[in-house]
């Protein structure tokens, strides 16, 4: 029998080598100087839609872009387009913070980059689009999850670690259940012609 993947979804993921103490200076110096909003955060501090001039930053937005064309390259999207970050945002989570179910609309590729994060602090996690998936196959069905009978994906923040994903997929955040903070710059991308 010939098995054949179709309509895959995926999760691609680097560590990334930032000054990622002058990032965290910044973050808490914009969490002190704004109230910030709430869009999908259950507690802690989301910031707004940042500048992307913004001198601390660049660094991180140089490198992310070059990780978001490389995938569209990898997916063989067409070469006389490129992704470009649209907007981006901080997010500070403290002990019982945490992010509902979300998607990102109208976006193309969402990234989460953790200037600040460790094991207890909230996994994100990652669910199927297919939404009859989880009613259909049951965890007590499967001796061995997988890309076609796992519905779920939890992944713990690391700092220096960048995640990119498609933007349709259903993503969520745990509860932070330490101390410190967990801190994350998220990004969208959209599809775009050179020039």
Same mark, same amino acid.
């Given at each position: 029998m010939q098995v054949v993947p179709i309509f895959i979804n995926f999760?691609?993921?680097?560590?990334?080598?930032?000054? #990622?103490?002058?990032? $965290?200076?910044?973050?808490?110096?914009? +969490? +002190?100087?704004? +109230?910030?909003?709430?869009?999908?955060?259950?507690?802690?501090?989301?910031? #707004? #839609?940042?500048?992307?001039?913004?001198? $601390?930053?660049?660094?991180?937005?140089?490198?992310?872009?070059?990780?978001? #064309? $490389?995938?569209h390259r990898y997916f063989s999207f067409a070469g006389a387009m490129r992704q470009s970050i649209t907007e981006a945002w901080i997010n500070i989570n403290r002990r019982g913070d945490f992010n509902y179910d979300h998607t990102h609309p109208g976006c193309f590729f969402s990234c989460v980059y953790y200037v600040k994060g460790a094991p207890n602090q909230g996994n994100i996690e990652l669910t199927t689009p297919i939404e009859a998936h989880a009613y259909t196959i049951e965890n007590d069905m499967v001796e061995a999850h997988n890309s076609y009978s796992g519905h779920a994906l939890s992944i713990p923040p690391n700092t220096g670690e960048l995640l990119i994903f498609p933007s349709w997929v259903l993503h969520r955040v745990k509860q932070n259940t330490t101390d410190d903070d967990r801190i994350s710059i998220a990004m969208n991308s959209k599809i775009g012609k050179v020039g």
């Open positions: 999760l691609a993921s680097e560590t990334l080598q930032l000054d #990622n103490v002058r990032i $965290e200076k910044f973050c808490h110096a914009q +969490a +002190a100087s704004s +109230a910030g909003r709430v869009i999908s955060n259950g507690g802690g501090w989301q910031s #707004n #839609n940042l500048d992307l001039a913004t001198p $601390e930053l660049q660094e991180l937005f140089r490198v992310v872009g070059e990780k978001l #064309n $490389e995938l």
